[in-house]
């Protein structure tokens, strides 16, 4: 009896000593397992850190040029097929390769283009666009890169011959554009604003209106594809075209001023204007 009940304690005993290594070996294995998983955990955190981090870098330096455009304004940006093209598009382009980016542009309404810029929805604006002070109040802008001019475009059998004859016309421009400014000075006239340049010409050609007030190379480019128009010898201005960046992004505006140097020494800023302006 006492060897039986002597093996029963033995097993016991066995038993418990058993299950407390059986727990201390669980317990290690649980801690051991959750250190691995909060060092997987911290691994996992500071990768995705990194990540975020350069993911912010690559966008902070620019990787991809984002250009606000109105392609509606030949030979300075339009349509050609489904591709936007002209002289401001392979400027930007150039600019970009200059500052080792890629580039993208985008199509918006003119008086779009400076709050794209401001929001951040394009790093820069092209569009034919010239520095003024009303301007310079919502952005900083970059060295000129053309000369332009604002010309008069009227009917062949029009009165209008020089530019104070528009003093009391209803005169056409595209809205947002320094034509439209430049006729809301003249006394007594009648501005009637269009979202494109075409609009307003299309008007002029039906007797809507009297003269349009434009830049020039869009000018010749809308006077040779309609009859009847013609082009004042006076031009109502001359101006400098400069590209809109987001005001306080020094930056940006350092490195493509020194692209546009560069290309300008090297005679590919004028290589591109010449491919779309002959001379005559």
């Not at 040029?65 to 109105?70: D, P």
């Not at 009391?168 to 554009?177: A, H, P």
Request: glycine share 8%.
């Amino acid at each position: 009896m006492k060897k039986k009940i002597l093996t029963l304690t033995l097993a016991a005993c066995m038993a418990a000593s058993l299950a407390g290594c059986s727990s201390k070996s669980a317990e290690e294995t649980i801690a051991a397992a959750t250190t691995a998983a909060e060092a997987k955990t911290e691994e996992t955190t500071a990768k995705a850190e990194e990540t975020t981090e350069a993911a912010e870098e690559s966008k902070a330096s620019g990787g991809v040029l984002v250009m606000a455009t109105n392609a509606e304004f030949p030979p300075y940006e339009f349509y050609e097929g489904g591709e936007i093209v002209g002289i401001d598009v392979e400027i930007a382009k150039a600019i970009a390769e200059e500052m080792g980016m890629d580039f993208e542009v985008e199509d918006m309404a003119f008086d779009s283009i400076i709050p794209a810029v401001q929001s951040g929805k394009a790093d820069f604006g092209a569009a034919g666009m010239t520095v003024d002070e009303k301007r310079l109040q919502s952005v900083d802008f970059s060295d000129s890169y053309a000369t332009a001019t604002q010309v008069i475009i009227v009917r062949e059998d029009s009165d209008i011959a020089t530019p104070d004859d528009l003093n009391g016309k209803t005169i056409g421009v595209q809205l947002g554009t320094t034509g439209d400014i430049y006729a809301g000075d003249i006394p007594d006239a009648t501005v009637e604003r269009y979202n494109k340049g075409f609009e307003a010409v299309q008007a002029l050609m039906q007797n809507k209106i009297d003269a349009v007030v434009i830049d020039g190379e869009p000018a010749k480019v809308f006077v040779s594809q309609n009859e009847g128009l013609k082009i004042l010898d006076e031009a109502l201005t001359t101006e400098e075209y400069a590209i809109c960046v987001k005001k306080g992004n020094t930056e940006l505006v350092e490195g493509i001023n020194a692209a546009i140097a560069s290309l300008k020494e090297s005679g590919e800023l004028q290589k591109i204007v010449d491919k779309y302006i002959t001379a005559e």
